[in-house]
Antibody
Framework: EVQLVESGGGLVQPGGSLRLSCAAS????????MYWVRQAPGKGLEFVST????????YYANSVKGRFTISRDNSKNTLYLQMGSLRTEDMSVYYC??????????WGQGAMVTVSS | QSALTQPASVSGSPGQSITISCTGT?????????VSWYQQHPGKAPKLVIY???NRPSGVSDRFSGSKSGNTASLTISGLQAEDEADYYC??????????FGTGTKVTVL
């Protein structure tokens, strides 16, 4: 079964750091670009970051540039999002997603990140 | 990158057809074929229903169809069913190699 499973979410204080992981299974992970998309409570979807299949290219939304870092370990079939200098406005469910034909065809179940003192 | 503009809500009776619009710019919707649509039920992850403007993934009902004209893309749901009640989001590739989502549309089946 093709599957993405996020982990690492939780409660963090403003200014703190957190690392999300996304474990992929059921497909050739190293062949696909991967994405992080977030959704604040009661709000819409927001693109966060993308990484190419090899990991050589990365792009970020302006809202997280310089604070978040996307990476991947193709030997472990795992995608990461290192989040730093967290703000209350970063509080969201974070989804990892597989890229295909310019869309996101497989999504994880999401990991909740709560930023609060 | 500003969010693509969608109507906040659209409603229809069972069996009817509805259309959701998604308006962007020449730097996103108007400039690329990589426009996709997602269905999201409450508390669930989004599900891809249309990719590359008008293509349906395997397993998605043919009641879902997509199109694009200029800077505006559209999703049409024909033969509306109760299970179609959900939030719908469009997405587009952008000129700065990122993606942008629409503001979202709540579909209500009357």
């Amino acid at each position: 079964e093709v599957q993405l499973v996020e982990s690492g979410g939780g409660l963090v204080q403003p200014g703190g750091s957190l690392r999300l992981s996304c474990a992929a299974s059921g497909f050739s992970f190293s062949n696909y670009a991967m994405y992080w998309v977030r959704q604040a409570p009661g709000k819409g979807l927001e693109f966060v970051s993308t990484i190419s299949s090899s990991g050589g290219s990365t792009y970020y939304a302006n809202s997280v540039k310089g604070r978040f870092t996307i990476s991947r370990d193709n030997s472990k079939n795992t995608l990461y999002l290192q989040m730093g200098s967290l703000r209350t406005e970063d509080m969201s469910v974070y989804y990892c997603a597989r890229g295909s034909h310019g869309g996101f065809d497989i999504w994880g179940q999401g990991a909740m990140v709560t930023v609060s003192s | 990158q500003s969010a693509l503009t969608q109507p906040a809500s659209v409603s229809g009776s069972p069996g009817q057809s509805i259309t959701i619009s998604c308006t962007g710019t020449s730097s996103d919707v108007g400039g690329y074929v990589y426009v996709s649509w997602y269905q999201q039920h409450p508390g669930k992850a989004p599900k891809l229903v249309i990719y590359e403007v008008s293509n349906r993934p395997s397993g998605v009902s043919d009641r879902f169809s997509g199109s694009k004209s200029g800077n505006t893309a559209s999703l049409t749901i024909s033969g509306l069913q109760a299970e179609d009640e959900a939030d719908y989001y469009c997405s587009s590739y952008t000129s700065i190699s990122t993606y942008v989502f629409g503001t979202g549309t709540k579909v209500t089946v009357l």
